[in-house]
């Protein structure tokens, strides 16, 4: 169930209330996850994105929010000014894409797991695509080129610890 189910019938400011909790929770976390990262040589591999199709799952489009603010934070403390602004466009519109995926889906029969990995497909591309981008502008596309693959790693190991933990946090939540 996300915030958006769980709060039909209830006011209006509750429900924003509730919302903007969330999204500064998952904010947290997403930050978090950007800190557990294993150093590459061309920057590190983090599990913030993990978070993010987590949150884009649970939260719906607002989870643009706590994976734009979450990572853009992650890139400051790590020392990596140059890439704020451009994470937080790009991890917005990774949670964004995968949500509205998702949304898209909902109630039909093959909502499930394979939803699910698209979702985290196209968002996950959405992430190397945007990377590249950026880098070709900064530094060339030869420079650009070598962190593709690092951003793949980071995003399967997004999405395989991201559907499991989809299925446990509904599972506990409806108990």
Do not use: H, W
């Not at 020392?79 to 949500?99: D, E, N, R």
């Amino acid at each position: 169930m996300t915030a958006m189910t769980e709060n039909k019938g209830k006011t209006k400011g509750r429900f924003d209330l509730r919302l903007i909790a969330e999204c500064g929770i998952l904010a947290a976390m997403v930050f978090i996850g950007t800190e557990l990262r294993i150093p590459t040589a061309l920057g590190y591999i983090n599990l913030g994105d993990a978070v993010i199709l987590v949150a884009s799952f649970f939260l719906g489009p607002a989870a643009f929010f706590p994976a734009a603010i979450g990572s853009a934070l992650g890139d400051l403390i790590a020392g990596y000014p140059m890439y704020i602004a451009p994470t937080f466009v790009i991890k917005g519109l990774m949670a964004l894409a995968s949500a509205l995926i998702m949304k898209q889906s909902a109630g039909r029969k093959a909502a499930g797991i394979l939803i699910r990995v698209i979702a985290g497909i196209i968002a996950e591309l959405i992430m190397a695509g945007g990377y590249f981008a950026f880098e070709t502008v900064m530094y060339g596309a030869e420079a650009a080129l070598g962190s593709v693959v690092f951003n793949l790693i980071q995003a399967g190991a997004a999405i395989v610890i991201a559907i499991p933990l989809t299925y446990a946090i509904r599972i506990k939540r409806q108990k």
